[in-house]
């Protein structure tokens, strides 16, 4: 979907898909046909491309911006040692 997005009025075959994503040939053909019947592809022929439809395009963008942000955060020192979960109770004991 990232690459799709990417250029949205492109149309790619699988092969090129594999190719530009390192994403393995076979799995490609399923995985688009599982978008397209979830309708976050399109295709015509043996090209395929990013939905006319901003909104499913706009959720898709905004849900690859939350995975850049947990990747490029999500080891963050500072979050990782704010202290905050030195102030939760202690659960292990209770039963």
């Known amino acids: 979907m990232e690459f799709l997005l990417e250029t949205p009025t492109v149309g790619y075959t699988p092969a090129e898909i594999a190719?530009?994503?390192?994403?393995?040939?076979?799995?490609?053909?399923?995985?688009?046909?599982?978008?397209e019947a979830a309708g976050l592809v399109r295709h015509k022929e043996s090209y395929w491309a990013a939905p006319e439809d901003?909104?499913?395009?706009?959720?898709t963008a905004s849900f690859l911006g939350i995975e850049t942000a947990a990747a490029t955060y999500g080891d963050?020192?500072?979050a990782q040692n704010d202290g905050w979960a030195d102030e939760l109770p202690d659960l292990s004991d209770e039963e």
């Open 19 to 35: 190719e530009e994503t390192g994403v393995p040939r076979g799995s490609v053909g399923p995985t688009l046909n599982r978008l």
């Open 54 to 59: 901003d909104r499913i395009a706009a959720a």
């Open 76 to 78: 963050d020192w500072y």
